[in-house]
Nanobody
Framework: QVQLVESGGGLVQAGDSLRLSCAASGGTVSSYNMGWFRQAPGKEREFVGA????????YYADFLKGRFTISRDNAKNTVYLQMNSLKPEDTAVYYCAATTNYEVAGAQYYNYWGQGIQVTVSS
């Protein structure tokens, strides 16, 4: 069973950048499609993006408009979410998830989840 642990969250100002990490154990990120989701207070969990295990194609939610990038370091067994030009509306708990399913854009397709990490963007 895969365990996922997010790190790198915190409080930043609008316009800043932040990189979240998702370290995996009990499995290799290169064997899973890896996704990032977020959940703001009072809102449903929403898809941010995902990267496939092979050959590493990535997908993003349309509302991001190219601000976020997902990458994977197989040697470190870690997936990253680089977030640029952060906005107050990006404030949420961010979750890393892993799936063996082909579909990646919905939370229902994921088998394993991290505990989540808070990102707060002040205006």
């Amino acid at each position: 069973q895969v365990q996922l642990v997010e790190s790198g969250g915190g409080l930043v100002q609008a316009g800043d950048s932040l990189r979240l990490s998702c370290a995996a154990s009990g499995g290799t990120v290169s064997s899973y499609n890896m996704g990032w989701f977020r959940q703001a207070p009072g809102k449903e969990r929403e898809f941010v993006g995902a990267i496939r295990w092979r050959p590493g194609y990535s997908y993003y939610a349309d509302f991001l408009k190219g601000r976020f990038t997902i990458s994977r370091d197989n040697a470190k067994n870690t997936v990253y979410l680089q977030m640029n030009s952060l906005k107050p509306e990006d404030t949420a708990v961010y979750y890393c998830a892993a799936t063996t399913n082909y579909e990646v854009a919905g939370a229902q397709y994921y088998n394993y989840w991290g505990q989540g990490i808070q990102v707060t963007v002040s205006s």
